[in-house]
């Protein structure tokens, strides 16, 4: 029972250093998603897709991109790492059925902690 | 104003005691309400949803107040391993299961 893998776990990085997040899951979600979670604040919404070759920017894009060239794939790349970008990264994947009360909730990875010197 | 705002906490209370944290959106439009549950360092875990009648599960009671515009979780009898940040969460749109997160509220539940 994977679920959603993210690798790697931890990462220390310079600053205007790239790196490329990896998520993974095997339960064959439509919908994948990144966030970022900050001391004191909600998670946040980077950048999300509604299926394969498919992605569009949620709440603070500014500094990230993504590729879903797989289905079961979500990349998330810093390519000149800022230390505002300092951060625990999660993962997110869920069917694209249902809405109100049939809503399919969100399964999350268990994080990437990055740090930006 | 936040898109939801949660009282941070931090709530410590005896095992065995009753405890209700409040959620209140913005978005009347709103259509999913979700309570998560994380530990410290860890990643989100979906604790319930949230039903417009109120819905209930073991100790947990969650009810959803349209008119208000507020969420609430009610833990009933805490146990030390209910400790934990609780997030409230809305899916403001409806659609693109876009979902917004409270920043949480922290319970530790003392011995």
């Known amino acids: 029972n994977a679920g959603v893998t993210q690798t790697p776990k931890f990462r220390v990085l310079k600053t205007g250093q790239s790196m490329t997040l990896l998520c993974a899951q095997d339960m064959n979600h439509e919908y994948m998603y990144w966030y970022r979670q900050d001391p004191g604040m909600g998670l946040r919404l980077i950048h999300y897709s509604v299926g394969e070759g498919t992605t569009a920017k949620g709440e603070v894009p500014d500094g990230y991109n993504v590729s879903r060239l797989k289905k079961q794939n979500f990349l998330l790349g810093l390519e000149s790492a800022a230390p505002s970008q300092t951060s625990v990264y999660f993962c997110a994947s869920s069917y694209s059925s249902g809405t109100g009360v049939f809503y399919q909730p969100q399964h999350f990875g268990d994080g990437t902690r990055l740090s930006i010197l | 104003r936040k898109e939801v705002e949660q009282d941070p906490g931090p709530f410590n209370v005896p095992e065995g005691a009753t405890v209700a944290f409040n959620c209140t959106y913005s978005?009347?439009?709103?259509?999913?309400f979700f309570w998560y549950r994380q530990d410290c360092r860890k990643e989100p875990k979906l604790l319930m949803s949230v039903y417009s009648s109120g819905n209930e599960d073991g100790r947990f009671t969650a009810q959803l107040n349209r008119a208000s515009q507020y969420i609430s979780l009610l833990i009933r009898d805490s146990k030390l391993s209910d400790s934990a940040t609780y997030l409230c969460?809305?899916?403001?749109?409806?659609?693109?299961?876009?979902?917004?997160f409270g920043s949480g509220t922290q319970l530790t539940v003392l011995p």
């Open positions: 969460v809305v899916n403001p749109s409806g659609s693109a299961r876009q979902l917004t």
């Open positions: 978005n009347s439009a709103s259509q999913s």
